[in-house]
């Protein structure tokens, strides 16, 4: 079956199932889909454009630098010991 419709009876098709479908509390009903499918096959979805590749992770740089770091935050750590099963004491370096 071939329908010949004028842009403007296409138009008023297309708004007719979009108001149908838009206004059903079953969204997923097999009517509603049978009425996606026509909407498709009137105005069929437009290409999209595929997704960026996903970003690459940033890995910092090995070395020196990284030994330094250690280091330093290792030096900078405070003793925490417990005097009584109650109390903390904390050590200052």
């Not at 098709?13 to 499918?37: H, V």
């Amino acid at each position: 079956m071939n329908l010949d419709l004028t842009d403007e009876e296409t138009a008023v098709l297309l708004k007719e199932l979009d108001n149908i479908m838009e206004g059903d509390r079953y969204f997923l009903s097999q009517r509603i889909k049978t009425l996606k499918a026509i909407r498709a096959k009137i105005r069929p979805e437009p290409v999209r454009p595929p997704l960026p590749p996903p970003p690459t992770r940033y890995e910092p740089p090995k070395g020196d630098r990284a030994t330094e770091t250690e280091s330093r935050a290792l030096s900078n750590l405070k003793i925490v010991t417990r005097s009584k099963p109650h109390c903390w004491r904390i050590n200052h370096k």
